[in-house]
């Protein structure tokens, strides 16, 4: 029944790993998000992809690679991480036009030690 | 460029008392509104949202908010605090009718409830 799931909840790592975070919604909506939410609770936009394309792409690092296979899901891949990669990773989905509101995951907890 | 502000990153009440958080928000068209809550190490869940019908919306936990354009606020209101709505509150803005609807967020703030 969830409607956005995002897996893993908790990530754990090394700097200079790489390592994925998976983001599935069954809501059928056609537009999905990555979000960062800092230390200091502030959050942003990181990526958006509309059915498969990439709409949105904020100066985010190289390193951080969205994937979306289908627009159900949408994983967001890093490389290389460092200490600064480390924050609570939030995927939403929408629906792109009109007035639909966004519904988000739990969140990934991210940290590089 | 659409922007949010929350004035006052903590607000503490009492138990019973009138919550009141504030959201200030700059757009160069009226935008769509959002309140949402994240309790401690879970996500985020709507509480209300703006959607240019009535300017006052009603939300859940017994929550509301008032659009006022002639002072591009959104505050948000709760006539009588409880233990449960400690947690973080974030006012969000939208775009409207563009290809570009991801939220952007203001810095969030704090509601502790004392006993």
């Known amino acids: 029944d969830t409607a956005v799931s995002q897996t893993p909840k908790y990530l754990v790592t090394q700097m200079g790993n790489d390592k994925s975070i998976k983001c599935e919604q069954n809501?059928?909506?056609?537009?999905m998000y990555w979000y960062k939410q800092d230390s200091k609770k502030f959050l942003k936009i990181m990526f958006s992809?509309?059915?498969?394309?990439?709409?949105i792409n904020e100066t985010v690092p190289n390193r951080f690679s969205p994937k979306s296979p289908d627009k159900a899901h949408l994983n967001l891949h890093i490389n290389s991480l460092e200490l600064g990669d480390s924050a609570v990773y939030f995927c939403?989905?929408?629906?792109?036009?009109?007035?639909?509101?966004?519904?988000f995951g739990s969140g990934t907890r991210l940290t590089v030690v | 460029a659409q922007s949010v502000t929350q004035l006052g990153s903590h607000v503490s009440v009492s138990e019973g008392a009138l919550v009141l958080l504030r959201c200030n928000y700059s757009s160069s068209v009226p935008p769509y509104l959002f309140w949402y809550v994240q309790y401690p190490n879970q996500g985020l869940q709507l509480l209300l949202k703006y959607t240019s019908a009535a300017t006052l919306v009603k939300g859940i936990n017994g929550f509301e908010a008032e659009f006022k354009k002639s002072e591009t606020s959104f505050h948000l209101t709760k006539p009588s605090a409880h233990m449960s709505d400690a947690a973080e509150y974030f006012c969000a803005v939208s775009e409207v009718d563009t290809g570009r609807r991801a939220l952007t967020f203001g810095s969030g703030t704090r509601l502790q409830v004392q006993p």
């Open positions: 809501l059928g909506h056609d537009t």
């Open positions: 992809y509309n059915n498969k394309e990439l709409i």
């Open positions: 939403a989905s929408s629906h792109l036009q009109g007035n639909y509101g966004y519904t």
